[in-house]
């Protein structure tokens, strides 16, 4: 019994298999982890694209014109990003602002004074949920972009 023990406690083979399954749950969540992190980060990028494309839409197809440039119509602008992006409406925001002078007016529909620098902007914001494959939490992601109408 002893010569048995012994031997058993001299023999080696194996080890590395015993020490795999010690680190085999580690290297599983370390790719998984990885796998959603990769998941997300395309989720994010392709978000960022919508919003670009979306702006880029202003740039090719003029806006809906009513009576002066405060009147403009950029609703194409949010149906675009909702649609490239995937997600409901309420998920798009459009701001639209007035600077005169590099300062924000509190109207869309002010005007500057004739000496002063006229600058509209746009920005579209996205919001979406993503729900990882292996993380049980849902994590809100966003993207932005801005551009100069007038």
Known sequence: MRRLLRS????????????????????????????????GLAERFALQQAVNNSLELVQARPAVAGADATDLDYTFVKDEAVRAAGVEPGQVTMTRWLECDGVPQPRITDTCDSD????????????????????????????SGALRTQ
Do not use: C, H, N
């Open 8 to 39: 058993l406690a001299r023999d080696e083979r194996g080890t590395s298999l015993i020490e795999f399954g010690f680190l085999a749950p580690f290297l599983a969540f370390l790719t998984m982890g990885v796998i959603d992190l990769s998941r």
């Open 116 to 143: 002063e620098d006229t600058a509209r902007y746009l920005r579209i914001r996205i919001v979406k949920d993503f729900q990882g494959q292996f993380y049980f939490d849902s994590i809100a992601m966003a993207a």
